[in-house]
């Protein structure tokens, strides 16, 4: 496609519910990054992936949060049992090689998670 | 570890002002530095970067030199319109972390007609 998508855009849930979130990333792009952004705050890294493998998982808060990539493309963040301090908008991004100096990234339009 | 301060915000102009958002970071080795801006209802874009010590970055009016001697990575322009109405995150890349790049909390930046 011509840029990265995501989806849903917006996400109501309730706490305790499971959600997954979705990233398209440039068709090519065979680095995919996940990032939260809370109100008021920067982006906080969550995971990156190279191909379908997941080198640096060092963002993810707790172990009820998981991530998978297939096909070198479509990624898939899933957020179990969720918490009402999980409400953020999730970001994507993709680029174009692996994670290096001076790399670009690109971002999709985020998905809004409210947990009430 | 590396991290990226930015000005916090708002910060708010008149059309025709000149803009100066602060950026100094901290990291070892020979980061690269972006700032990306984040236009209402969209998501992050490049603006623009530098790779290299006083290497200066520009796009659309706005510029940003790579100041090894004082960390820094400034954004100027010279003249804002209603339009640059965005937040700008301030981030960097290195070989010390990874190549992560990290992002500054972002500066929102009003501009009043």
């Known amino acids: 496609g011509a840029g990265v998508s995501q989806s849903p855009s917006n996400k109501v849930t309730e706490k305790g519910k499971d959600v997954e979130l979705r990233c398209d990333p440039i068709?090519?792009?065979?680095?995919l990054y996940w990032y939260r952004q809370s109100l008021g705050q920067g982006l906080e890294f969550l995971i990156y992936?190279?191909?379908?493998?997941?080198?640096?998982k060092s963002g993810l808060p707790s172990d009820r949060f998981s991530a998978e990539r297939t096909g070198g493309s479509v990624s898939t963040l899933t957020i179990q049992r969720t918490q009402q301090e999980d409400s953020a908008v999730y970001l994507c991004?993709?680029?174009?090689?692996?994670?290096?100096?001076?790399?670009?990234?690109?971002f999709g339009p985020g998905t809004r998670l409210l947990v009430l | 570890g590396n991290s990226v301060t930015q000005m916090e915000g708002p910060v708010t102009l008149s059309e025709e002002a000149f803009l100066t958002i602060n950026c100094t970071y901290t990291?070892?080795?020979?980061?690269?530095l972006f700032w990306y801006v984040q236009y209402p209802g969209e998501g992050l874009q490049l603006l623009l970067k530098?790779?290299?010590?006083?290497d200066k970055g520009s796009n659309k009016g706005f510029e940003a030199t790579y100041r090894k001697e004082t960390t820094s990575f400034h954004l100027e322009k010279g003249s804002v319109q209603v339009s640059d109405s965005a937040v700008y995150f301030c981030a960097l890349s290195g070989r010390g972390g990874g190549f992560k790049t990290i992002f500054g909390a972002g500066t929102r930046l009003f501009v009043k007609a």
């Open positions: 990291a070892t080795g020979y980061p690269s």
């Open positions: 992936f190279q191909g379908n493998s997941a080198p640096d």
């Open positions: 068709s090519g792009h065979t680095a």
């Open positions: 991004a993709s680029s174009l090689v692996r994670r290096g100096p001076g790399e670009t990234q690109y």
């Open positions: 530098a790779t290299k010590a006083d």
